[in-house]
């Protein structure tokens, strides 16, 4: 009998062994790739008495996980790497080391600078009229699949942009955007200037009128609600068309 016992507990043990080192599987729209300093969201699929398992990441990866909440069977947490590189997460179960996964931390994508008119983009080719400068605004478009995977990462501002009105080389006039967009006042002197520009009106129509645009400042919202920097600061040239 004690020989049978044996035969049996040796055939049973890889099963046991096999039911405490199952793979669990890590749920994330980005699959191995998550973004420095944004939150990353997790899920992972637990049973209901499974609430003993823990996570977390070496201090040597300088990232920070949070732990949220359990619901309909998915274990949620969120990880927010500081800098570029990997990082590990390690998944331990009553306290010993269960499985862990690897990710790829890349820069957070730097969003498009846009020039607007409406829903399409301004025509910097062409140039546009002078009575549709108060409809264009200024558009900070984020990277899709960055959009996609950690919204709450992804809202922008253009905090400071400046205009200047110029005429071949000469400056006529500046001004500042304001949320975006050419300020009624400024909007106003800009026109006086196109049209007290002593030419006939031949002349006029090729006048090289133009509005070269600066931005300054862009700040991204985290997840938090703090503002971060972003180091970009594109420029545009959009010529006035006169009519």
């Known amino acids: 009998m004690k ?20 793979e669990i599987q890590l749920y994330k729209k980005t699959d191995k790739q998550i973004f420095a300093q944004v939150k990353n969201d997790f899920f992972m699929p637990v049973q209901a008495q499974e609430t003993n398992f823990t996570y977390s990441i070496a201090d040597k ?6 732990l949220g909440n359990l619901e309909n069977g998915m274990q949620h ?4 790497p500081k800098q570029n590189g990997k990082i590990i997460v390690e998944v331990y179960k009553d306290e ?6 690897t990710f790829d931390v890349i820069s957070t994508p730097k969003p498009d600078i846009q020039l607007r008119l409406g829903n399409r983009l301004v025509n910097l080719a062409h140039g546009e009229t002078l009575e549709t400068l108060r409809d264009f605004y200024l558009y900070a478009e984020p990277d899709a699949a960055f959009a996609e995977n950690a919204p709450q990462d992804a809202i922008y501002k253009i905090s400071e942009a400046k205009g200047t009105l110029v005429l071949g080389r000469r400056a006529l006039t ?3 955007f304001v949320n975006g967009k050419i300020a009624d006042e400024d909007l106003e002197t800009i026109a006086k200037h196109v049209a007290n520009y ?16 600066e931005v300054e400042k862009v700040h991204r919202t985290n997840y938090e609600g703090d503002l ?9 040239n959009l010529p006035i068309r006169i009519q």
Do not use: H, M
């Open 198 to 213: 002593d030419a006939d009106a031949k002349d006029k129509k090729n006048t090289a009128f133009r509005i070269f645009i």
């Open 96 to 101: 010993q080391f269960y499985q862990n996964f």
């Open 3 to 22: 020989i049978i016992a044996w035969i049996i507990g040796i055939c049973l043990l890889p099963l046991s062994l096999w039911a405490q080192t199952e």
């Open 77 to 80: 947490f969120f990880v927010v």
């Open 61 to 66: 990866y300088d990232a920070k996980l949070v």
């Open 228 to 236: 971060n920097v972003v180091t970009i600061k594109p420029n545009f």
């Open 174 to 176: 500046n001004f500042q």
